[in-house]
């Protein structure tokens, strides 16, 4: 088991893609998501719903490639996507207490979860850059 990738240990794309349907579903009814921003809460009402099977696609390859599967992630970066929704470091961590739930939803081991809320936290500056320069 020491030799498996992450993405082996989470049980590959199938069980990634369960959690991050789940996962995703879970952020449409938050308001501390919703009223993050103007920007993130129009495109919360107006564009999410829309694209959001499009959107779970993108964010299982993203897990899968973080994660050191055979999938590739290869959409827009990550900063580039979320900078206009101006996301502020609390409505990341909101998201990641959802991410660190769904994950415990699906009993997925400790060292794993870790791993992946590490590979989630790591990127926190990238999603949440627009939120600091819209306050400059």
Same mark, same amino acid.
């Not at 390859?61 to 996301?87: E, M, R, S």
């Not at 794993?112 to 926190?124: I, N």
């Given at each position: 088991?020491? &030799?498996?990738? *992450? ?13 991050? &349907? ?5 952020? #449409?009814?938050?308001?501390? #998501? @919703?009223?993050?921003?103007?920007? *993130?809460? %129009? ?5 999410? /719903? ?5 959107? =779970?696609?993108? /964010? ?6 973080? !994660?050191?599967?055979?999938? =590739? ?5 990550? &900063?580039?996507?979320?900078?206009? *929704? ?6 990341? &961590? ?6 660190? @739930? ?7 081991? %400790? /060292?794993? =979860?870790?791993?992946? *809320?590490?590979?989630? !936290?790591?990127? =926190? ?6 939120? /600091?320069?819209?306050?400059?």
């Amino acid at each position: 088991m020491a &030799d498996q990738s *992450l993405y082996e240990r989470l049980g590959g794309v199938y069980a990634i893609a369960a959690v991050i &349907d789940r996962f995703s579903d879970s952020l #449409i009814n938050d308001p501390a #998501i @919703q009223n993050g921003s103007p920007e *993130l809460r %129009e495109w919360h009402t107006v564009t999410f /719903r829309q694209r959001l099977p499009g959107l =779970k696609f993108l /964010r299982t390859l993203w897990v899968c490639d973080v !994660a050191g599967g055979p999938f =590739k992630y290869t959409a827009q970066p990550l &900063d580039d996507a979320h900078f206009n *929704l101006h996301i502020s470091p609390e409505v990341f &961590d909101v998201v990641a207490g959802h991410l660190a @739930q769904t994950l415990d939803e699906f009993n997925v081991p %400790e /060292r794993e =979860k870790q791993e992946v *809320l590490g590979a989630f !936290a790591a990127h =926190k500056g990238e999603v949440t850059a627009g939120a /600091r320069a819209a306050s400059q």
